[in-house]
């Protein structure tokens, strides 16, 4: 196997907890990708890395052991992060996370007996075959798709293509989630199928739906949201833009035997104007906007949309309502969402305790010295 060797500032990045060696810290390397021995600079052996020679992010950190990186070890990394899920009481959840199950590069959703797998650099493209073999003896799934069509894997230099890698996978795929039940699409919905990160907040929004209120799920995509609140609603209205997201929603809907849902296909900034003229009121509102910065110099503008959404759904609420307000920019970070939820909260002339902050599901875990592992936050606020 080719050695590499890096700067002692590289090999500090991994005695200080995150995986990556960029390419300023490598003193050479091959030109192909691959996996690849790295030294440090005085040539002692400090771990295996994926390689990807024409990336930013030259070196992703496997293992600092000498094992052999074959199926059988993927097999027993990817048995060990599904194990750390064992209590999740979902059909569908993520079963890798990349860096933040030490498994750099690589995405596992399950649905159902279905996986749905990314593979985001060079280097792990070229162990695609062990990982797949490793998938196949963990799980035994009936199906696997590789969604290889996220724009991050063409600064790798690979293209995007999704293609099945085992077995048949369906259009769409009934999973469960607590007591809801939908059908993602694994081979065009957005991310893998579903928003599977919001789990858990999703639970939450129901036990939060006062019995027989109104609520709103802005950005409901396939009514994600609006299912959990509906079970105790007497309407919800659900809004998105995506015409096809809101057909799978009425499916969905059908699917949940729930019929006080109304889909509403606008846009969200205008549809939340011509609310708050029409003085509606809602016992609980969800906001779960697309990543409106998505990068560090949209921040300014990314925050000022999310005031301007923060601010009317505060005053849509009926007294003691509650708002579960979202973002998954990860270039918004925890302080700014806080602080422009406290601007909007000064705008909405509302009265608002902060009741929770939010994260992202546990299956998609947040290592703490990997910051890019965290994206999604949010919170929970009650007019009072
Ligand atoms: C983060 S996803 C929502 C995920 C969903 N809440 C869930 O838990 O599955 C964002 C959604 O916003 C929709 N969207 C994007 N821009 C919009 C806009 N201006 N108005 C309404 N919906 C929009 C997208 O179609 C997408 O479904």
Redo the contacts with the bound molecule.
């Keep these: 196997m080719t050695s590499v060797k890096v700067t002692p500032r590289g090999a500090e990045r991994w005695v200080r907890g995150h995986p990556w060696i960029y390419r300023s810290e490598v003193l050479g390397g091959p030109e192909q990708p691959g996996l690849v021995r790295v030294q440090d600079s005085r040539g002692r052996f400090i771990g295996q890395a994926l390689h990807s020679p024409r990336s930013e992010i030259r070196l992703r950190l496997l293992t600092r052991s000498e094992d052999v990186i074959d199926a059988r070890w993927w097999r027993q990394e990817l048995v060990r992060c599904a194990a750390r899920r064992r209590d999740i009481d979902a059909t569908a959840c993520r079963l890798v996370h990349g860096e933040g199950d030490a498994l750099p590069s690589l995405v596992v959703d399950r649905y159902d007996r279905w996986l749905v797998v990314q593979i985001l650099s060079a280097g792990l493209e070229t162990m695609r075959e062990v990982v797949i073999e490793g998938l196949i003896e963990a799980f035994q799934p009936e199906g696997i798709l590789l969604r290889n069509d996220a724009p991050v894997r063409r600064r790798e230099g690979l293209s995007p293509t999704s293609v099945p890698a085992h077995g048949i996978v369906p259009q769409e795929i009934e999973v469960r989630e607590g007591p809801v039940r939908y059908l993602a699409a694994p081979w065009v919905g ?1 991310k893998t199928g ?2 599977l ?2 789990r858990p ?2 639970l939450l929004a129901g036990r939060l739906m006062t019995q027989g209120g109104r609520g709103l ?9 609006a299912f959990h609140l509906a079970r105790r609603a007497s309407e919800v209205v659900a ?4 015409h096809e ?1 809101l057909a799978r929603g009425a499916t969905n809907a059908a699917l949940n035997g729930l019929t006080n849902i109304e889909w509403r296909e ?6 939340l104007r011509q609310m708050e003229r029409a003085r509606e009121r809602f016992e609980t509102i ?1 906001l ?4 409106f910065a998505k990068s560090r110099s949209s921040v300014p503008g990314a925050l000022r949309g999310y005031r301007e959404i923060n601010l009317r759904a505060m005053r849509l609420l009926a007294s003691e309502g509650v708002l579960l307000t ?1 973002s ?1 920019s990860f270039h918004v970070r925890l302080p700014q969402f806080l602080g422009m939820l406290i601007e909007a909260a000064g705008d909405s002339g509302r009265r608002l305790m902060l009741e929770r902050v939010l994260g992202q599901g546990e299956d998609h875990p947040e290592v703490l010295t990997v910051p890019e592992t965290g994206y999604l936050k949010g919170a929970v606020v009650r007019a009072i």
């Design positions: 957005q579903a928003f990160d919001q907040n999703r799920d802005c950005f409901t995509y396939h009514g994600s949201f809004l998105d833009s995506s997201a606008a846009d969200a900034f205008e549809a969800v779960d906007p697309p990543a979202a998954c």
